[in-house]
T-cell receptor, first 111, second 110 residues
Framework: DVKVTQSSRYLVKRTGEKVFLECVQDMDHENMFWYRQDPGLGLRLIYFSYDVKMKEKGDIPEGYSVSREKKERFSLILESASTNQTSMYLC??????????FGPGTRLTVT | GENVEQHPSTLSVQEGDSAVIKCTYSDSASNYFPWYKQELGKRPQLIID?????GEKKDQRIAVTLNKTAKHFSLHITETQPEDSAVYFCAASISWKSTFGDGTTLTVKP
């Protein structure tokens, strides 16, 4: 079974803090994704990585950065958290053009 | 870029009835169309997918149809059960990128 895990299920941070969300997959997938999920807005792509140290901006990259130093790990960084970044964050991975396997999600609240 | 519209946003049916969710996409280069189901508090999981060289695919009570000319695809669930209640997302994919619809909340009333 493919397993995608995320470092936290729930996170509460203060405005201006630097926030790290980590994602790990165990299936040697080359592609990894970070999405943001808000009610009524579906899944919006923040960043994508297709290989170690490679990244591409998604549809809503502003205010976020990413890091992929190892194939199995993809980190999302909020340099200075703001209240409008309160959301559910989902990580996913896949290989080539195939189904994406999602992590359990991190519900981030910025106060 | 790709734009995916999904309708309806909410759908309520009686147990045993059929449910249909429709999606349209804008980029004719899209070639992979997955459907994901997300139960409350859980992660999205693939339930069925279809590639652009196929018009229809069925897996027990669920089926997906694709009309490439009209650029739309649909999810059909027959004999609905309460455990089918969830949010369903369609997606259209080009190469590595999937663009998701906004989701349909399906409620199956017992």
């Amino acid at each position: 079974d493919v397993k995608v895990t995320q470092s936290s299920r729930y996170l509460v941070k203060r405005t201006g803090e630097k926030v790290f969300l980590e994602c790990v997959q165990d299936m040697d997938h080359e592609n990894m994704f970070w999405y943001r999920q808000d009610p009524g807005l579906g899944l919006r792509l923040i960043y994508f990585s297709y290989d170690v140290k490679m990244k591409e901006k998604g549809d809503i990259p502003e205010g976020y950065s990413v890091s992929r130093e190892k194939k199995e790990r993809f980190s999302l960084i909020l340099e200075s958290a703001s209240t409008n970044q309160t959301s559910m964050y989902l990580c996913a991975s896949n290989t080539r053009v195939h189904e994406q396997y999602f992590g359990p999600g991190t519900r981030l609240t910025v106060t | 870029g790709e734009n995916v519209e999904q309708h309806p946003s909410t759908l309520s049916v009686q147990e045993g009835d059929s449910a249909v969710i429709k999606c349209t996409y804008s980029d004719s280069a899209s070639n992979y169309f997955p459907w994901y189901k997300q139960e409350l508090g859980k992660r999205p999981q693939l339930i069925i997918d279809i590639r652009s060289n196929v018009g229809e695919k069925k897996d027990q009570r669920i089926a997906v149809t694709l009309n490439k000319t009209a650029k739309h695809f649909s999810l059909h669930i027959t004999e609905t059960q309460p455990e089918d209640s969830a949010v369903y997302f369609c997606a259209a994919s080009i190469s590595w990128k999937s663009t998701f619809g906004d989701g349909t909340t399906l409620t199956v009333k017992p």
